[in-house]
């Protein structure tokens, strides 16, 4: 079905702006799928199409849902993407770099033209046999978004505040932990924020849950305009991004693949906003 | 060196009341530790000194401090505890029980003659091989304070929000779940609440930290009085009571065994408790 770290991030965002898709699938793509994403706003001008098989993942989760064991990863047309954006992508002024090879999400933010909010997700491989590159790439970025293990495996450090610390010298000025079942947090160098996870009663399906905190958080951002230069918006506009991320990833759970999203209004969204509010105050 | 459930429990509550414990130690326990008790106001009237030695536990933490292997139990005296309440300490209104045998923290509940407001730890153990007697004694209780796995094995249920729920047929009208480094959750049947872990810079020794919890949770809430029949207290305070508890908690890992609670002081608590208002606040 119908899946992947663009996918999910631009689904999750399109419940707060107009998001603009960078990405590239084979002629087996399906037309349906592509007006799911077109159906939520979701600008398809920089979805690469090409002769060939769409990448493809297969994956069996733990009686828990908090591991998973990868059964099948076809990488087909994706093997040799170099993403070009649309000329009228490189104005906008929001970027998030999804879980690619750094040199490759470097190019990308090269092409963009007036930035004001850029930054991206990278995973353990990256960490771990591309770290110079991936070091040279976030070293532009404004902030980081990557799991608990993940930083951990960045800064050589199993503490997470300490990890924290040392990886907010690498370049971003905001880094964001993301850590499953148990929430987020958020952490700039004089301050940091935590969110336990919403509680689910089914955690049907995580896959793309990531992508959707991703979505929701660079997404809120957007709509808020938000501006760190102009020094209007602080702490508190990421904390309520976190949030939202943590919105969207719930949902993501709750049913298999993108499906939750062919429902979801935005209506919803502001009400687990409102939830996440009365479950964590004192 | 000093440790134990009753130690940890009325060490943490001596900063919010004058905790009455009881407990049972041999001829070697030393007159320095009943001391550092007594000098942090802990009525120590219940402590029974009986021939032999006391109870020794030793452990090994994992790296990562979130795992440990016990090396040595020795029950000693402790093996033929059978807790007598003095007779002044009988019309307390506040009663924590700590990890026993559940038949044992049913014959210390019996001997109370007032109580607001009654509830305890229990283990895997109990709820494995006692699970009859376990039943028949939280019946009784307001309250049930266990950790994540505990909650899960005593419901059947790997879901936490569900496990709550079940737990809470039982008998306890509130549930805390005690989840390590991840925080703790308050379950009421109409209501939750949620908070993260406080993050420490070095988590030193969490040996006692579910208990200091136990003491801060059941301290807070004895030094405001709490009474639920008068209804005047509701959540609200239940969930400062789950952050003061954690305040406890987090406290007892900076340093090896009691050694925090020999510096530490009210103010200490409260600037934690603010920090805690801080870093989840959106």
Redesign the interface.
Known sequence: MLGGAATYISLAASFFTKPRLVGIVGDDFADEDAALLAGRGVDLEGLERVPGKTFFWAGKYS??MNDRETLTTELNVFADFNPKLPERYRSEPYLLLGNIQPALQRSVRAQMTGLRLAGGDTMNFWIKDFRAELLETIREWDFLLINDSEARMLAGE?????AASTILEMGPHTLVIK?GE??A?LFRRD??????GY?????FDPTGAGDCFAGGFIGYLAEQGFDLEAGHIGR?DL??A??YGSVMGSFCCEQFGVERFRTLVRADVDARFDE???????
Chains 1, 2 share one sequence.
């Open positions: 009686d828990d199993s503490n997470l505040r300490k850590r148990y929430g947090m301050s940091f924020f935590i969110v336990p509680l689910l009663e089914d955690v508190g904390s309520r976190v949030i996440f509010k009365k479950f964590t105050s004192f």
